[in-house]
């Protein structure tokens, strides 16, 4: 018998499949998935691989073919299913085998067992009385004192008997030598869920809620198996409708995996599962500890675990069989990895799911762009709820225009409407959410006179300041110096916008003295629990303002949060990419939703440059239909995804001048891929009419600067490339591949690949 094994090696020339014999000692026992330790090289020095098939033939030469060398015991098996899963992964995102097989492994290594030891009373009770009194007349009082405990419990924990009783080891082993007691081990699953006493609430569904739960079990007992979109406003109950979802597939003997963006979230919407659920729900996430994640991996495999939450990590938890994934928020860009392969969890779940006869359900109330589009052209199944689950109004929203204050003298970051609305909450003892919109900010330039940002002449997207007094444009690599003075009205109060959640928290103790602030950003959650703490004490209304950034406007539901303040909208919609518009009007619409959610109304303040951009707009009016229609003309006009597919190759070295030379080389040999590719087979007439028009079957834009050029002495540089076919360009990823790996030029860079970046 043979193993196929690939090495634990990140190369991209030792990327493929070697053979070994399988030894007598190991037959029956190796399995696709398991980790092995092997000879390699010349040396035949023991290097770590992983099994990824088992054959009777071998390929090699027999006479050259090297023995398995043992499974290591710290070796943790991957299902056959995620190896398969890993190959997919590998072949459309690009990077290793290795690389992928590493990613779908949530565990490297075996922990140590946790185990539970207890004695065990071996004499009925009147052998053990007479037990005791010879212990006594002998004067044994420590064997003395362990029986008389054994004789009130016949079974007692290790711990309690060594520490409260203070009974040493000598005395246990001479009592279990002499029968009177055995020491019974068991091993214990470590449950980072802490149990609650709360009782599941009994739900009164909406009919909007009761359709789509009943849609997907109609579907789900018929063995129909879809990918749902449930486009659902903030608040109207879609963790819920997902319980119902995940109810129906338990009821079958089969588990599911919940997907959620931030750790921050975890808690509360563990508590709500754990409710429904009991213990049978757990959670993956890099906050546990190392023997915390192992053991939830473990309870997976053997069947103790019915639900598992977590981000990203989670959706390769190794469920015997999987029957649903639930992507909660799937619009968020943390479902995307930013190390390689560079893989989307909606893609990769829906891919899982397939081979698996397992469903997905997407859930957003500011779906993507790209969900929204598959969902529209019937690829997914699009489920919608229009109202919120008790029917509370909408949080009334207000529109700042800080070009506005400026002129009436307010030159602090709170506008007048959000200051009143404030002390107005505070008065009546309301909470108050205080949102900076952060995220992706790359120091854009604008007016505070008109407005104005400063955009490049040939992309629709703003200029980036950059330390040498420069502004870039990161799609097309135009560059201007930087202005002091707006060229549209001519004002000198332009400038890049700064401002930090910190220096927010100071304003608001300064211009509230009474009111408590708590503040949550990366700097207050870095310590473990901290998320939890934070929210906690804020929904225990410890604290009136929640100063924050993105991870504040997540899911969260606080009852008594009646505002939001939205304190700088401009600065995700400058960011120099091509989702600004798309990542505002789902950060603002979020936040919005924070408001009102109890029984009390709510409102929301925009304070914003640029009041009439139509994601500011459209966020205001709450309006996703108008948002989209508006968003996805320009993606079709630019040709950015979903409306066509981009592949974004990553280039980075420490030699600046061999760079630019591996990119320009680099940007010729993918030219030629492209002019060699025909979109239809056997098709040459369309092919040439296309290339006459000067339309070829993919563009290529770059070499250009990422954003930032250099970190850490490390350069670098990306190559984008547009078509409207996703599989062209997997295609192209494979050329280039290929090509860098029989180029010895390339050896001193590092080229990653990055599909639809977000």
Known sequence: MFADVIVDIQHEKLDKIFQYRIPESLEGRLEPGMGVIVPFGKGNRRIRGYVTGISRTCDYDLSKVKDIIEIPESAVEIEAKLVALAAWMKSNYGGTMIQA?????????????????????????????????????????????????????????????????????????????????????????????????????????????????????????????????????????????????????????????????????????????????????????????????????????????????????????????????????????????EQTPRYHARETAIQRAETEDASVVLGSATPSMEAMYRARSGEYVLLEMRNRSRMQQMADVYIADMREELKNGNRSILSGRLRELMEDRLKKGEQIMLFLNRRGYSGFISCRECGHVIKCPHCDVSLSVHRDGKMRCHYCGYEQPKVTVCPECGSRYIGEFRAGTQQIEDLVRETFPQARVLRMDMDTTRQKDAHEKILSAFANEEADVLVGTQMIVKGHDFPNVTLVGVLAADMSLYTGDYRSGERTFQLLTQAEGRAGRGDRPGEAVIQTYDPSHYAIRTAAEQDYEAFYEEEIRYRELMGYPPAESLL???????????????????????????????????????????????????????????????????????????????????????????????????????????????
């Open 101 to 337: 097989l590493k990613t779908v492994l949530p565990i490297k290594h075996k922990e140590k067992a946790k185990v539970k030891k207890t004695l065990r009373l071996l004499l009925d009770k009147e052998t053990g009385k007479r037990q005791l009194h010879y212990y006594l007349e002998k004067n044994q009082k420590a064997r003395a004192r362990l029986m008389a405990a054994l004789l009130d419990d016949p079974v007692l924990e290790y711990d309690l008997v060594t520490k409260k009783l203070n009974i040493t080891m000598p005395v246990i082993r001479a009592l279990e030598e002499q029968g009177v007691l055995r020491v019974e081990t068991e091993q214990v699953f470590r449950n980072p869920v802490r149990q609650t006493g709360n009782h599941e609430k009994k739900i009164v569904y909406t009919p909007e809620q009761q359709y789509v739960i009943g849609r997907f079990r109609k579907d789900y007992m018929q063995g129909i198996r879809n990918t749902y979109l449930i486009h659902g406003v903030t608040g109207s109950g879609k963790t819920e409708v997902y319980m119902e979802m995940i109810r129906t597939v338990v009821d079958q003997g089969r588990q599911a995996i919940v997907l959620i963006p931030e750790i921050a979230l975890t808690y509360q919407t563990v508590m709500r599962f754990y409710r429904k659920f009991g213990d049978r729900v757990s959670v993956m996430n890099s906050r546990l500890s190392a023997g915390e994640r192992y053991d939830q991996m473990m309870r997976a495999k053997s069947g103790q675990v019915d639900v598992m939450i977590g981000p990203r990590s989670a959706l390769f938890t190794p469920f015997p069989d999987l029957g649903l994934i639930v992507i909660d928020e799937e619009h968020d860009t943390a479902y995307k990895s």
């Open 648 to 758: 974004a190759v990553l280039v980075s070295g420490g030699d600046e001048a061999l760079l630019e030379k591996g990119c320009h080389y680099l940007r010729e040999y993918i030219l030629r891929v492209i002019r060699g590719i025909s979109l239809r087979e056997n098709d040459a007439e369309e092919q040439n009419s296309r290339e006459q028009a000067g339309d070829p079957a993919a563009q290529v834009i770059g070499p250009a600067s990422p954003g930032i050029d250099k970190i850490k002495d490390i350069y670098r540089r990306v190559i984008y490339i547009k078509a409207e076919q996703y599989s062209l360009l997997v295609g192209i990823k494979d050329k280039i591949e290929q090509y860098i790996e029989i180029n010895s030029g390339f050896d001193r860079m590092r080229i990653q690949f990055d599909f639809n970046p977000m």
